[in-house]
């Protein structure tokens, strides 16, 4: 039974430096609620005000990433996305994980795209941001396309993804920034 | 023209935009559930008045503590609304915390690509 391995459970995720995870249907609700309650958790632990804000502007971006790309969801037109968000801390530097199912179909673009981001170093990532801003010819996207872009600038290292192929339609895809 | 008054939520701003005084205001965080939808009215709100053709000064504030990336694609449309109409009448105060440093560089960022209306970055 679970409850009773729900301590090791808890143990295991402390020991990781895990300060929060959402597994299931996240919807907008959970943006600000958790957004608002990782603010104030670190506010209340001393962590600098610059990076409070760069890990709760991460957090926005993955969030509202699952909730708008996820395609494990209730119906096409429903509101929130599964998917699952990891926050954490280790040795004094944070972590950001979101991850969902996508379409096989949509892996190589996605992966492309993130490998010339990663590439990237500030400078041509400001340009790149800027350039996307302005012209947005993503059809596909729901917000403006920027969000990985916005992750790669707030975070002090490149950012980290992978795919795991889960069936013929589908893939896992993880991406990870840290502060 | 009639006054634009949209109460805060926790993740989208306060807008008060003010015909007869020509002063207008954006304060808050901004990253509403659909971005579109949220700014649709306000982008809508700004085309009439500029198409009305106010001569004086006019003045919008724009003060946020946080906006995620879509919500940097609508700003980027305003500027692009009020710089379009060439008005040196129309000043932007970018408002920051002082110790903001993020803040100042977006709006450094947009300063950048405005060439006709008046863009300040203001420490508070």
Known sequence: MLNQSLYSYKDALDKEGIIFTFCGPISHDIVEGVGITLKSQMQESDVQRTTAMKVFAIFIEQVQNVINYSQERNDLESDMGMGIIVVG??????????????????????????????AMNRDELKAFYKQKRQYNDNDDSKGAGLGFIEMARKASEPLTYSFEKIDDEYSFFSIEANI | MTRLQIEKTKSSPEIDFNPQTHTHRILGESYPENTTQFYDPVLDWINSYLAEGYEGEMTFNIELIYFNSSSSKILLDIFDMLDETKNDKIRVNWIH??????MEEYGEEFEEDIKHIKFNIVTK
């Open chain 2, 97 to 102: 915390d002082e110790d903001d440093e993020a």
């Open chain 1, 89 to 118: 801390e280790h040795e004094g530097k944070y972590f950001i994980i979101g991850g969902n199912k996508i379409k096989n179909s949509k892996v190589s673009t996605l992966e492309s795209n993130l490998a010339e981001l990663v």
